[in-house]
Nanobody
Framework: QAQLRESGGRLVQAGTSLRLSCLDT????????MAWFRQAPGKEREFIGCTTWTGKDAYSAESVKGRFTVSKDSAKRTVYLQMSKLKFEDTAVYYC????????????????????WGQGTQVTVSS
């Protein structure tokens, strides 16, 4: 069973909002940086945003900045992706990923840094 469990994906209309959740069931000391990626049909996986369990900062990729926000509840070991003003092109499978190290926005887009991945949750935006 995947140690990262995404939830919240569903079919929504364009212009609406949706929040995804990712529960980290790894040992508390195993992961430090949490990230969201997505993969649309026929496209490469794309970095969306990241944060750390202990830091105050959360980052969003330029492509979604202003619409998508990463947040966390460290006590619940859950990371969230709040998505607003959804567009048809946001349709994708959204993945949660966790890394052992502490990474800033500069490094988060590097998928090779993330040892743990969820199975993904499908978000479909109807136009």
């Amino acid at each position: 069973q995947a140690q990262l469990r995404e939830s919240g994906g569903r079919l929504v209309q364009a212009g609406t909002s949706l929040r995804l959740s990712c529960l980290d069931t790894t040992r508390a000391e195993s992961t430090n940086t949490m990230a969201w990626f997505r993969q649309a049909p026929g496209k490469e996986r794309e970095f969306i945003g990241c944060t750390t369990w202990t830091g105050k900062d959360a980052y969003s990729a330029e492509s979604v900045k202003g619409r998508f926000t990463v947040s966390k509840d460290s006590a619940k070991r859950t990371v969230y992706l709040q998505m607003s003003k959804l567009k048809f092109e946001d349709t994708a499978v959204y993945y949660c990923a966790a890394a052992r190290g502490y990474y800033s926005e500069r490094w988060c887009p590097d998928e090779s840094l993330f040892a743990f991945w969820g199975q993904g949750t499908q978000v479909t935006v109807s136009s």
